[in-house]
């Protein structure tokens, strides 16, 4: 099997950094040596079949992204991304490893549902991947199927307070399901938003001809926010069940979190990039010549973008400082504006909510540790470390150390990235959520399980590199 030495870098894991070399045997990492190691009096550089010179930069365990959604189905459309052009996009992003959301939609089996999923993927992925299982119908043949999900290498559902009519559960299943997470110890994953509420409030603004994409955060109020991480943290409590809330957006959510961990609750939450940097303020001054005031659906996604008047972003930056929130993901979710948000122009209730950042995430989290938010270490945990431990992959993701794959990115402190369309970007949209942000750093080099895939600026994988991966039991819980 061919042999690679990364050398000459600092090799930074969540919990330090040293100068290391790391050496590689076909998919596996099989050490991790003082700089300039010799095996059997030869210079190890001179043994192995490619030496990668890392002087100067940082060799991380590749991205797990956690929440993805290719080709979701949603109001009327799909996400634009496939596995392939995704998964693809990711990789240069310096993510090597998604788990995406297989999707029970109403009136379907959970195993059907599952079988779907697996048959879009397959052969199609740029780099490994794994599922998780939206129950989009809680009901007594899917929560039977559930229990064989851990069989199937899923090891974790996601369920829906918001959405009636499409993918919402009620009080009295979500209490079924969890249930079953805490017999089986399945991660029971939340969009812990008041639907029902909120769709009223959405329907009284429409009324009053306040049709613009920013209304749509003015109808996701932080208090539904709140009030359901509340509700599913004490449902949570009832039952057993590990929570983990996704996509986090509001500080009084984070409160939650933060009050359910400190009295023990193997409680848990998420955020992403668009939490920490973007507000609904960037919505509202949103305006352009093609789309006007429309220009804002670029950002419709949820839970919506929060006010910078109301300090949620400093906390969510200050939350991930201090493991009220344990990890950031992307809620990759993207729609084009043509042919796709256009649905809503004349009704923000009909824009495809979603943000596409596969591809940034990496590099949107390096910028927080440029300006001081957060270290070096914590950007590897928080981006790549407790994302494999908390869904049952770490050993194999997540890490440098002898056994696991070498996933690896070699990024460069002295790099730059000027994120837009027609920069960097490879994602299957014809907009960026993040046009015109400047980052400090570059991915300068992908490994995936041994094989580079993306090298100075060039991508050098192939279709069908990444393989599914079966997750075990969350490796996170107290
Ligand atoms: N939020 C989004 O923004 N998109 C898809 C589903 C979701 O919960
Ligand atoms: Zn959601
Ligand atoms: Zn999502």
Known sequence: MATTLITGGTVVTATGRSLADVLIDGETI?????????????????????????????????????????????????????????????????????????VQTYGE?????????????????????????????????SLQAMRA???????????????????????????????????????????????????????????????????????????????????????????????????VSAKQAVEQLAWARDNGQNVFGETCP?????????????????????????????????????????HMWQALRTNDIQMVSTDHCPFCMKGQKDLGLDDFRKIPNGIGSVEHRMDLLYQGVVTGQLTLERWVEVTSTTPARMFGLYGKKGVIQPGADADIVVYDPNGHTSIGVGKTHHMNMDYSAWEGYEIDGHVDTVLSRGKVIVDDNQYLGAKGDGQFVKRGLSQYLI
Not at 55 to 75: C, N, Q, R, S, W
Not at 83 to 92: I, L
Not at 183 to 205: F, K
Not at 286 to 314: D, I, M, N, Y
Request: hydrophobic share 40%; charged share 20%; with cysteine.
């Open 274 to 314: 668009q939490y920490l940097y973007l507000s609904l303020e960037d919505q509202l001054g949103a305006s352009s010549e093609e789309w006007g005031t429309f220009e804002g659906a670029k950002w419709v996604c949820s839970t919506p973008l929060r006010s910078k008047h109301e300090g949620h972003q400093h």
């Open 109 to 141: 089996r959970v195993m059907d549902g599952l079988a779907a999923w697996h048959a879009k993927a397959a052969g199609n992925c740029a780099i490994d991947y794994a599922f998780h299982q939206i129950i989009g119908e809680v009901n007594d043949d």
């Open 30 to 102: 099989v050490g991790v040596l003082a700089p300039g190691s010799q095996l059997l009096g030869t210079d190890l550089a001179a043994s192995v079949d490619t030496v990668i010179d890392a002087t100067g930069k940082y060799v991380i365990p590749g991205g797990v992204d956690a929440h993805t959604h290719m080709e979701l189905p949603f109001g009327g459309t799909f996400a634009s991304d496939t596995f392939e052009t995704g998964t693809r996009a990711a990789a240069w992003g310096g993510t090597t490893t998604i788990i995406d959301f297989a």
């Open 149 to 247: 999900l851990p069989e199937e290498g899923v090891s974790s559902f996601k369920l829906f307070m918001a959405y009636p009519g499409v993918f919402y559960s009620d009080d009295a299943q979500i209490l079924k399901a969890m249930q079953v997470s805490a017999d089986t110890g399945l991660m029971t994953m939340m969009h812990a938003e008041n639907g029902p509420v909120i769709d009223v409030l959405a329907a009284q603004l429409i009324e009053k001809g306040k049709t613009d994409p920013y209304f749509h955060g003015v109808a996701r109020a932080w208090q539904m926010e709140e009030e359901a991480t509340h509700r599913a943290i004490m449902l949570g409590n009832l039952t057993g069940a590990p929570l983990y809330v996704v996509h």
